[in-house]
């Protein structure tokens, strides 16, 4: 293999029509794998014709793990006219380059270009704001969007929950797409400053000092205000010290967020957003699924003592460790790829997450577990609990005194580990899922 007629047979298959498209795309694969210049030339026709603008067998992948791989496939896409490419499986493209370890830009700017991927303006005149809410209804595609909703750099949960899950800043978005017209949600969030929910303005403070304070009021009595600034920051300020308190027209919500966007990224984003609280998968369901995490940041000792201790280590409360907040996706699921890929043996790498448990009556307390059973671990404090070895559900009973508890799962990530949902399924009252806010 590897010769000439190997090329000649992997070449005659790319270019059948006839073919199917999995045998297509093994045979763009094999010839990338043996020279990324003349699998590129192999590759565009049979994206072209990907179904779904899905790319199920990797062909992206296999230019992403050759160091000469991205550079190949751009320099044939730049060839190709504006539009050539489905907007569908160049965003598969964009989305797998840019999140690459090498980060290709060159690659992402030619995918954008095939596609004709446009970037988003930041203000709309009528005729644009009616060719928005098309593309919104015919091409925007929710799944995406909340991934876009969920990016750090958005800081989308900074201000905003769902569900309960997210910032207390700004208004819950559980039900926005349910009660708000998609114009709304698009000038809302090119313009935040023009769209102020009722209750949500920014106060002004400033004191008889000279300090200024700028957020939402998080409540006051007769003697003292709080003030909750835009990083969920509360300032005590008591009243006799305050100058002048006002209303200001400015939004909390930082202009230009949107401006990082893609055209496509934001059409996702508002049909994310328009989707919330409707009938669908997007209605957040009423089932008590743990939304508050946080999750384990790399760290060496991992990598060191997994190996004398086991997946035990992921549970220990030791000092130097750095969990940080992550919130469960609409439908209560925690997604994995999301995680920080924590080290382990070799090159096995872990997702590690835990919450907090309040217990306020000692007994049972069942917990469904739902994900890839086989490669998980769950543990109540530094305690391992046993779960099936097959199946992807689960329901067990954890017998828990009265006080807090941790329970931190832990799952080998490219195994089929996606995504763990946890979900209370006894007596409310018995016990409780502490959110993130309450546990500072």
């Not at 091409?139 to 991934?147: I, K, L, T």
């Not at 039900?175 to 017209?181: K, L, R, T, Y």
């Not at 009243?239 to 200001?248: P, R, T």
Request: aromatic share 6%; hydrophobic share 40%; glycine share 10%.
């Amino acid at each position: 293999l590897g010769g000439q007629p190997t090329a000649q047979f992997l070449a005659k298959i790319a270019n059948d029509a006839q073919a199917s498209y999995r045998l297509r795309s093994l045979a763009v694969i094999g010839r990338t794998q043996q020279n990324p210049k003349a699998g590129a030339e192999l590759a565009i026709a049979v994206l072209q014709s990907a179904h779904e603008g899905k790319d199920p067998y990797g062909i992206f992948d296999t230019f992403l793990k050759n160091k000469q791989g991205p550079p190949a496939l751009a320099a044939l896409l730049n060839q190709q006219k504006p539009g050539s490419l489905s907007q569908e499986i160049a965003l598969v493209g964009v989305q797998k380059a840019s999140s690459a370890a090498t980060k290709p830009e060159g690659l992402v700017k030619a995918l954008q270009k095939a596609a004709d991927l446009k970037p988003m303006k930041t203000q709309l005149t009528p005729e644009e704001m009616e060719r928005m809410m098309s593309l919104v209804a015919e091409h925007g595609d929710p799944h995406r969007g909340e991934a876009v909703f969920r990016r750090a750099a958005m800081q989308c949960f900074v201000c905003h929950a769902i569900g309960g899950a997210g910032g207390i800043i700004g208004p819950d978005l559980v039900s926005i797409g349910a009660s708000a017209p998609v114009d709304y949600l698009i000038e809302s969030l090119l313009e935040p400053s023009k769209k102020i929910k009722e209750g949500y303005h920014t106060t002004l403070v400033t004191t008889k000092k000279g300090e200024a304070f700028a957020g939402a009021i998080a409540r006051e009595d007769a003697t003292e205000l709080v003030v909750r600034d835009a990083a969920g920051i509360e300032h005590r300020i008591p009243k006799a010290e305050i100058a002048s308190n006002q209303i200001s027209p400015v939004s909390l919500m930082p202009p230009g967020l949107t401006a990082q966007l893609r055209e496509d990224e934001f059409v996702d984003l508002v049909r994310f957003l328009s989707e919330l609280g409707k009938d669908g998968e997007f209605k957040t369901p009423p089932n008590r699924f743990v939304r508050h995490w946080q999750v384990l940041q790399p760290h060496e000792r991992t990598r060191d003592a997994i190996g004398h201790y086991g997946e035990k280590i992921f549970a220990e409360d030791f000092k130097t460790y750095i969990w940080t907040p992550l919130y469960a996706r609409v439908d209560g699921s925690l997604p994995a790829d999301e995680m920080p890929r924590v080290e382990g043996r070799g090159k096995n790498r872990y997702g590690v997450a835990h919450f907090f448990l309040d217990v306020t009556a000692a007994g049972k307390v069942p917990l469904k577990i739902s994900g890839k059973l086989k490669d998980m671990h769950l543990f109540v404090g530094e305690e391992p609990v046993k779960l099936p070895e097959e199946g992807e559900a689960v329901t067990i009973e954890l017998d828990l005194k009265p006080g807090t508890h941790r329970i931190t799962v832990a799952g080998l990530l490219d195994w089929g580990y996606d995504a763990v949902t946890v979900e209370l399924t006894g007596d409310a009252g018995q016990a409780k899922a502490l959110t993130l806010s309450e546990l500072n």
